[in-house]
């Protein structure tokens, strides 16, 4: 009965004796791998972020220069021609011919078209025949006249005779004079039968065709001449830009100059280059804008009239400004600043600066910078105040150079381009 007892407990003890092994085993597994997964990655990472932290930022830099800015208004305009005109048949009558061609350009006397000018020839013959025919009866009564004159002298008639034959000579001239002005009517009737090109331009589409009878009450006209040399731009400025716009053309023309229209944040192509000649004397009181014309010469005739154009108005020029690349301007809750290289030429300095003017190839500085100051143009979202930089292709002014003439598109100040944080 003993012996019966005693096995089944040293098989139980052999037992656990190989379990407890092997839970050892699994634990020590299982620690490697939480060990593996919360340490080890976790102090490698670091070691490489602590290596990344002290290891210098690349950056692009460029130079802070003075030169002379010029100082442009933004604006859309609508092409419109210089000249407008709806040509018009002034007397009735058939049309015999048609002597242009739908988009050909003419000059001014160009014949245009003839209408049937056989009624007001006639017209103009009877007017003078009549005319001869007074002035027969006239000199006729001229003759009577004096010798009337001679008579009352002699006492052979009464001065009443006289005065009579006076009376019939004066009318007669007055009917010539009348005459006269049925000749000229006439002669104006018969001229407008031939139309011809009121000014330079180019013509539209025929509106009516050989062999229709043409009316002077008709309110089609027979075509549209616009003139496109020069040619005009309407545009609209914000009320605010008045000050600057009067002052500018105080001091002389300011210069215009249109652009094509492009999209969103890219610049047009320029077409042509005019002045000023209109500001309007009012301001619309809806919109809070303020209407200008600009003349064009359009030798090229890049403007067609009702167009859209961009419109860049040079009101000024800012002299020997300090002028920064626009990617150096960085924006954030206390205004504009910059990055600039500090004096150690290693790290770098928060520098605030104010900002007057900016286009896309340059900004003016109002305070804050000098000139010659080497400010971060590239790599500036990884920066802070002293963070350490490695220039890694210097410029003398990428960007930064405004030329002295030429529209540039302009950004109104404090435009938001991008934004950076503050260190």
């Known amino acids: 009965m003993d012996a019966l007892t005693r096995e089944p407990a040293e098989q139980a003890t052999r037992r656990r004796a190989r ?53 442009y208004m933004d ?20 049309l015999v011919s048609v002597a242009f061609k739908e988009g050909q350009t003419v000059r001014k006397g160009d014949l245009l078209a003839q209408i049937d000018p ?77 139309i011809t090109s009121p000014l330079d331009g180019r013509v539209g589409m025929r509106v009516v065709d050989a062999g229709n009878v043409v009316h002077a009450s008709d309110p089609g006209g027979l075509l549209v001449i616009t003139q496109l040399q020069p040619v005009s731009v309407l545009f ?9 716009v009067v002052r500018a053309m105080a001091e002389g023309t300011p210069a215009v100059t249109a652009r094509s229209q492009a999209g969103p944040g890219t610049m047009g192509t320029p077409l042509d280059t005019g002045f000023l000649a209109v500001l309007d004397n009012q301001v619309d ?13 359009n030798a090229d005739s890049q403007l067609w009239p009702g167009g859209f154009v961009g419109v860049r108005l040079q009101v000024g020029i800012a002299k020997n400004a300090v002028v920064i690349p626009p990617a150096a301007i960085q924006r954030g809750p206390r205004g504009t600043y910059v990055y600039m290289i500090a004096e150690d030429g290693e790290s770098v300095r928060r520098q605030p600066a104010v ?42 002014a990428p960007g930064a ?23």
Do not use: H
């Not at 092409?79 to 058939?94: L, R």
């Open 75 to 94: 604006g859309l305009g609508t092409v419109q021609a210089f000249n407008t005109v709806t040509v018009k048949p002034q007397v009735d009558g058939t």
């Open 236 to 244: 609209t400025l914000p009320q605010q830009a008045l000050p600057a």
């Open 285 to 297: 009181a809806t919109t809070g804008t303020i209407r200008m014309k600009a003349t064009f010469p």
């Open 355 to 396: 900002i007057g003017y900016e286009d896309e190839r340059g900004a003016v500085v109002q305070e804050g910078l000098s000139g010659g100051e080497r400010v971060v143009v590239d790599g500036t979202s990884r920066l802070s105040e002293g963070s350490k930089v490695v220039v890694t292709r210097p410029q003398a």
């Open 118 to 194: 056989r009624t007001y020839q006639a017209a103009l013959d009877n007017a003078t025949a009549k005319r001869a025919q007074d002035e027969a009866l006239l000199a006729n009564a001229r003759l009577d006249l004096a010798r009337y004159r001679k008579l009352v002298a002699s006492n052979y008639t009464s001065a009443q005779q006289a005065d009579t034959a006076a009376s019939l000579v004066a009318q007669l001239e007055a009917q010539i004079r009348q005459d006269q002005a049925q000749i000229d009517t006439a002669r104006t009737n018969l001229q407008f039968t031939t």
């Open 19 to 71: 379990t407890w092994p092997m839970v050892l085993l699994c634990l020590l597994v299982i620690g490697g791998i939480v060990y593996g997964i919360w340490f080890w990655p976790k102090t490698a990472t670091n070691t490489d972020a602590d290596k990344d932290a002290k290891r210098p930022i690349p950056v692009l830099i460029a130079l802070a220069a003075r030169k002379d800015v010029p100082i």
């Open 401 to 423: 150079s405004v030329p002295s003439s030429g529209p540039e598109p302009a950004r109104a100040p404090g435009t938001q381009r991008r934004s950076g944080g503050e260190g």
